[in-house]
């Protein structure tokens, strides 16, 4: 079973801080999506990166894959407090025939205000 | 907009009693799967389908789970005898199909064994 080792564990910062969020593994993926779950609900899809070395951007948040497609990065800027929840990385295994999520451990984030 | 319907929400039994969880898909959604979440972690993939057929279920204990899809729409996940280590947070999810793209999860069934 591949595994996705998310760190840190659990973040705890006051608005306005910046933080990053590493999602690692010894496999290498096809692809990686990243979730925001928040109490009480399912995960919510964030964005997918597919390509080696991408780069992607959703407001303040910023993703990036890997070269070798073995891990990725989540960097919050000027986090607020409506960025707290469990962020979930989620690798596609690459050696299956169809889409087999495999998610990470989990970084559970505390902004303050 | 179109969700992933689940219930109970929230269920609470004693153990060597049996469960059951209902997931209703995404209207056209082929692909749907079912996870188990313990709080504050990651959630492990119990099992896939493929329409009616069943893609993994590796990681699904045959002894006391049992899931099915048989029309290809809504799906059942059904524990027997439940043990106080299957307390946990059940997810379903769907996708458009199997091949990749998004997961859209349900509110999920929280599941309490005493």
């Known amino acids: 079973t591949q595994l996705l080792e998310q760190s840190p564990q659990f973040l705890s910062i006051q608005e306005g801080e910046n933080l990053t969020v590493y999602c690692n593994s010894s496999?290498?993926?096809?692809?990686l999506q990243w979730y925001r779950q928040e109490p009480g609900e399912g995960p919510v899809l964030l964005v997918t990166?597919?390509?080696?070395?991408e780069v992607k951007k959703l407001k303040r948040l910023t993703f990036q894959f890997g070269d070798a497609r073995k891990d990725s990065s989540l960097h919050i800027t000027a986090a607020q407090p409506g960025d707290t929840g469990l962020y979930l990385c989620?690798?596609?295994?690459?050696?299956?025939?169809?889409?087999?999520?495999?998610f990470g451990t989990g970084t559970r984030l505390l902004v303050s205000p | 907009e179109a969700e992933v319907a689940q219930s109970p929400r929230y269920k609470i039994t004693e153990k060597s009693q049996a469960v059951a969880f209902w997931c209703d898909p995404i209207?056209?959604?082929?692909?749907l799967y079912w996870y188990r979440q313990i709080l504050g972690q990651g959630p492990e993939l119990l099992v896939q389908?493929?329409?009616?057929?069943?893609?993994?279920d590796s990681q699904l204990p045959k002894d006391r789970f049992s899931a099915e899809r048989l029309k290809g729409v809504d799906s059942t996940l059904k524990i027997q005898p439940a043990e106080l280590g299957d307390s946990a947070m059940y997810l379903c999810?769907?996708?458009?199909?199997?091949?990749?793209?998004?997961?859209?999860f349900g509110e999920g069934s929280r599941l309490t064994v005493l």
């Open positions: 990166v597919v390509t080696g070395g």
């Open positions: 999810a769907s996708s458009r199909d199997r091949n990749t793209g998004e997961l859209f």
């Open positions: 496999s290498v993926f096809s692809s």
């Open positions: 389908f493929q329409d009616e057929s069943v893609v993994d």
């Open positions: 209207s056209g959604h082929a692909t």
């Open positions: 989620a690798g596609d295994d690459v050696n299956t025939g169809f889409q087999k999520l495999v």
